[in-house]
């Protein structure tokens, strides 16, 4: 496949690393730089795009490739507000969108097993859930778009929680999930899910010991993508 790389910074690069050892061909590599370089491409010598950028472009990336009539995979996180109507767009343009806060196969077992528990902890009293994510220093989003997606996972199955708050902000509500976001370096991630009680606490967790299983799934991702039309995402790709 013709891929065109949109970000080009340690995942974009590793990305096009593991493609290339796939038989892939890179199209492009644009970063904010020589974002002026879109337009000379030839949308039809592209198969797929796939977009790990910055909050600040995605919106306008994902636009860009549906107005040419590109697929478009992406993991950029951090402009989750507008992700409906990128998603509606998508459809009206009879594009192809694929999202994922996470392409490592294991996190997203992560994520069923979280959903699960929720649903246990949520016929039992006593227990207080929260969620700590740690990344690396140059991660500028959060939380994370893997922490919101847990989140999100709980809250679907909690009846006990209606929505989440970054754990130093104030909180108006005992119904608001607490999320602490650390920044340590040389951290690919860390996600913990606590439940807490005064008699024991219930931890699961998941750690990255590399960018390599993100890297690795955007890529496969984008395999499975080439010649379907819609919006996408990591539980179609797994049959989850």
């Known amino acids: 496949m013709n891929i065109l790389l949109l970000g080009y ?3 974009g690069q590793l990305i096009g690393e593991i493609a290339e050892s796939r038989s892939h061909h890179l199209a492009g590599k644009i970063t904010i730089e020589n974002r002026d370089e879109l337009d ?3 949308p ?3 198969d797929v795009a796939i977009e790990f950028s910055q909050p600040e472009a995605a919106v306008e990336n994902f636009e860009w490739c549906f107005e040419k009539g590109i697929p478009v995979v992406s993991g950029t996180t951090g402009w989750l507000s507008e992700k409906s109507r990128i998603e509606n767009l998508a459809i009206e343009k009879n594009g192809t969108f694929f999202y994922a806060s996470n392409f490592s196969i294991g996190v997203n077992i992560f994520f069923k097993v979280n959903q699960f528990l929720a649903k246990l902890m949520n016929e039992t009293q006593g227990y207080q859930a929260s969620i700590e994510e740690i990344h690396h220093t140059a991660k500028k ?9 847990l989140a999100e ?4 199955n909690h009846h006990s929680y209606r929505k989440w708050n970054l754990s130093d902000e104030p909180s108006d509500s005992e119904l608001s999930l607490p999320i602490t976001s650390k920044r340590i370096d040389p951290a690919p991630g860390t996600h913990i899910i606590r439940y807490q009680s005064e008699i024991d606490d ?3 967790s998941h750690t990255a010991h590399s960018r390599q299983g993100f890297a690795l799934g955007a890529v496969l991702v984008s395999e499975w993508l080439k010649d379907r039309k819609g919006v996408f995402s990591m539980d179609d790709f797994l049959s989850f």
Do not use: F, R, V, Y
């Open 141 to 149: 989003d959060a939380p994370s778009g893997t922490a919101i997606t």
């Open 9 to 11: 910074g340690k995942m």
């Open 40 to 42: 000379q491409l030839k």
């Open 153 to 156: 996972g709980i809250i679907q």
């Open 202 to 204: 219930i931890e699961i």
């Open 44 to 46: 039809e010598n592209i």
